[in-house]
Structure formats: C-alpha cells, structure tokens
C-alpha cells in the first residue's frame, strides 16, 4: 500500500527537506541534563500522532509521561498525542537533532541545509510528490 502522506520538514514556509515515510523519530541531547530524548511519530494526512517518548533518566525539565515505565534505564511512555505539526529550533547550544526513519538517521542541518542559529525548522505532513529542492 502506498504512503498516503509523507513528512515535509519546512523553513520559512518552505520545503528544505522530504521523509518519504509514513514514520520518523527525532532525537536529542537534553541542554542542561545531557540525557538522550527521543519522540517517535506517526505521518498522517493533514497532521502528526507523537506515538511514543522515551528520555534517558530524569531532571530538569525531563517530565516523563503519567504513564512512563523505566526499561533498560529510559522512562518509554505514549502520549498518542495528535499534532498538525512539530517546531525545533537550529541551535549550537544543545547540538543538533537527529531525525530517524526506516532508512537512516541524519542530523536535522544536513536536511535543511545552511540555517542561521535560532530558526525555527517545522516538520508536518505533506502529500506523497511534494519535491525539496537541492542545498
């Protein structure tokens, strides 16, 4: 069955870079704890289903889920939580993220190429087809 939608991560409005998968996973280092955090999703037409989170330990600003469990020293929770879209933010200051599919994984300034510190970087959905241009 083809992908009814696919992810399209957006600059300024504009497509810099396409998941052509129906999943992805974004990962990153916690700034002031250091601590991996991970977010799994879900590409549906017309938005973004956060199907699972998982984050190495606990502290600042590192609130797992209601209903996380420890497995293997990661709280893993579910918030089957329903989004149009997901902001991030290119900063220096925490590293970069890492975006996950079936294929790879690839830090989030290769796939929108040279981006000032402190844009603001959108992922969403978008339909099959939908092209980004060369960086």
Do not use: K
Not at 18 to 24: G, K, Q
Not at 64 to 83: E, H, K, S, Y
Not at 106 to 134: D, K
């Amino acid at each position: 069955m083809a992908a009814t939608a696919v992810a399209c991560i957006l600059v300024a409005g504009a497509v810099r870079a396409v998941l052509p998968y129906d999943a992805f996973s974004v990962a990153w280092t916690h700034s002031v704890q250091r601590s991996q955090w991970e977010e799994r999703y879900r590409v549906l037409p017309g938005g973004l289903v956060l199907e699972e989170a998982r984050v190495e330990g606990s502290g600042a600003g590192m609130e797992a889920g209601t209903d996380a469990v420890l497995r293997d020293g990661w709280w893993i929770w579910a918030p089957r939580q329903n989004l149009r879209s997901i902001t991030l933010t290119v900063s220096s200051y925490a590293g970069d993220y890492r975006i996950c599919t079936a294929a790879r994984c690839t830090a989030l300034r290769e796939l929108v190429g040279p981006t000032p510190e402190g844009t603001a970087v959108e992922i969403t959905s978008c339909a099959p087809g939908v092209s980004a241009p060369e960086h």
